[in-house]
T-cell receptor
Framework: KAGVTQTPRYLIKTRGQQVTLSCSPI?????VSWYQQTPGQGLQFLFE???????NKGNFPGRFSGRQFSNSRSEMNVSTLELGDSALYLCASSGDRVHEQYFGPGTRLTVT | DAKTTQPPSMDCAEGRAANLPCNHSTISGNEYVYWYRQIHSQGPQYIIHGLKNNETNEMASLIITEDRKSSTLILPHATLRDTAVYYCIAVNTGTASKLTFGTGTRLQVTL
C-alpha cells in the first residue's frame, strides 16, 4: 500500500500571505489528522477530519482551517501567515483504530 | 490520558537488543500503551500498541508488566537506522484521536 503523501514538501511564504497544504491518506483510511511540530512546542494537534466532517479540533486560532474531500484527501489552509507559523506540518491517516496513525513526511513551512 | 515517563536518552550497540522503558503508573484499565518513533526530519512512525498482553510485530516487542504500571519496548537487533526519538503514550481509545507526545527517549545506536 502506498503511504501518506503530502505536498508540497517545502514552502517559503511571506508574512500576511496564505498557504494551502495537501494530504493524501493511505487507501481505505477515512480519518485524517493534522499536526504542527516545532522545536519549542513539540507535536501539537490541529484537527481531524472523518468522512468530510471535522471530528476534533485542537487549540489553534481560526486562521488555521481544513477540509476533507469525498476521496478522503485533505487540505489545510493557513491565512494571514505569521512568523510563528514556521513549522513542520504533518498529516496522519488512520483506519478503524484511530490512534494507530500513519504519518506523511510533512511539509516544512518557512514564513519570512 | 495517563502521563508517561521515559528516560531522555539511551545508547545501544548495533546488533544488540534495545530495551526502552516507559513508566505509566496512573494508567487506567481502558488505556492502551502506544509506541511511536520519529527519525530525524521525518514524520512519526507507529510501532506497536498493547493493553495488557505482550505484543510482537515485525518491528518490535512490547512487554507490559502485570500491574500495567510500566512497559518496555524491545528492538531485538538494533541497527543504525533505529536511531530516533521513541515516544510512549497511554491512550484511551474511546476518546478523541489526537496524539500527544512527551519528550520521549532519544535512542542512539552506535557501531
Amino acid at each position: 500500500k502506498a503511504g501518506v503523501t503530502q505536498t508540497p514538501r517545502y514552502l517559503i511564504k511571506t508574512r500576511g500571505q496564505q498557504v494551502t497544504l495537501s494530504c493524501s491518506p493511505i487507501s481505505g483510511h477515512r480519518s485524517v489528522s493534522w499536526y504542527q511540530q516545532t522545536p519549542g512546542q513539540g507535536l501539537q494537534f490541529l484537527f481531524e477530519y472523518f468522512s468530510e466532517t471535522q471530528r476534533n479540533k485542537g487549540n489553534f486560532p481560526g486562521r488555521f482551517s481544513g477540509r476533507q474531500f469525498s476521496n478522503s484527501r485533505s487540505e489545510m489552509n493557513v491565512s494571514t501567515l505569521e512568523l510563528g507559523d514556521s513549522a513542520l506540518y504533518l498529516c496522519a491517516s488512520s483506519g478503524d483504530r484511530v490512534h494507530e496513525q500513519y504519518f506523511g513526511p510533512g511539509t516544512r513551512l518557512t514564513v519570512t | 490520558d495517563a502521563k508517561t515517563t521515559q528516560p531522555p536518552s539511551m545508547d545501544c550497540a548495533e546488533g544488540r537488543a534495545a530495551n526502552l522503558p516507559c513508566n505509566h503508573s496512573t494508567i487506567s484499565g481502558n488505556e492502551y500503551v502506544y509506541w511511536y518513533r520519529q527519525i530525524h526530519s521525518q514524520g512519526p512512525q507507529y510501532i506497536i500498541h498493547g493493553l495488557k498482553n505482550n505484543e510482537t510485530n515485525e518491528m518490535a516487542s512490547l512487554i507490559i508488566t502485570e500491574d500495567r504500571k510500566s512497559s518496555t519496548l524491545i528492538l531485538p537487533h538494533a541497527t543504525l537506522r533505529d536511531t530516533a526519538v521513541y515516544y510512549c503514550i497511554a491512550v484511551n481509545t474511546g476518546t478523541a484521536s489526537k496524539l500527544t507526545f512527551g519528550t520521549g527517549t532519544r535512542l542512539q545506536v552506535t557501531l
